[in-house]
Structure formats: C-alpha cells, structure tokens
C-alpha cells in the first residue's frame, strides 16, 4: 500500500519561510516523479511544483516561481518544498503526490497524471 505523509505546515506571517517535505513508503520512491499541489478553500487544488525522478528537472506553476524550490532525497523517499517569501495568497491546503509511473513527464501540472496523494497539509500565511 503506497502511503504518503507531508510535514512541515503552520502558521507564517508574510514574507517568511516555511519548509514542507513529503515521505513516501510502499513504493520504489526513486523511480517516480512528484508533484506538489495546493488547494485554497473554495477553489480547485492548483499545481504548484514537480520534480523527475532524478531531480534532474524542477517545474513550478507562475505564482511562485523565484519563491520555492523542489528537492528530493531519494535515499530517505523524501521530495521537499523550500517556500520563501510567503505572501498571504499562499495559504492554502498543500498536497504531495507521486505521478504516473508509466506516463511521460510532461503533463505534470496536471492533478490528474498523479496516482496517489497524501492528506495534505496546512499553511497559512498572515498579513
């Protein structure tokens, strides 16, 4: 059973850092792409990050390019998210998630290219 756990969630005020890393188990984690996703309340769980298997490509939505940063630890099945220059509209729900393994890497803003994803954590940036 593949399971994923985010950590690193909390209450930052604006202009701060936070850190979220993702570990994985039941799965070989270093074969496999990950993605990291938000949800805002009342809006559709958006992309944010991913990363190939290798970390040999990073990818990152508009709203947060030059902010965050994608990393992984194949070694621990660890893939992170160093966020930095929080601003308000970045509170929301963050989500992990290991894409397709037998699709090709380049639909990874696509929520729907994931196949598991983990409960999410929150951050919440104040003004």
């Known amino acids: 059973q593949v399971q994923l756990a985010e950590f690193g969630g909390g209450l930052v005020q604006a202009g701060g850092s936070l850190r979220l890393s993702c570990t994985t188990s039941?799965?070989?984690?270093?074969?496999?792409?990950m993605g990291w996703f938000r949800q805002a309340p009342g809006k559709e769980r958006a992309f944010v990050s991913a990363?190939?298997?290798?970390?040999?490509?990073?990818f990152y939505a508009e709203p947060v390019k030059g902010r965050f940063i994608i990393s992984r630890e194949n070694n621990k099945n660890t893939v992170y998210l160093q966020m930095n220059s929080l601003k308000p509209d970045d509170t929301a729900n963050y989500y992990c998630?290991?894409?397709?393994?037998?699709?090709?890497?380049?639909?990874?803003?696509?929520?729907?290219?994931?196949?598991?994803w983990g409960q999410g954590t929150q951050v919440t940036v104040s003004s």
């Open positions: 998630a290991i894409y397709g393994p037998t699709l090709p890497f380049d639909r990874y803003s696509e929520a729907s290219m994931y196949e598991y």
């Open positions: 039941g799965r070989t984690f270093s074969i496999y792409a």
């Open positions: 990363i190939s298997w290798n970390g040999a490509e990073t």
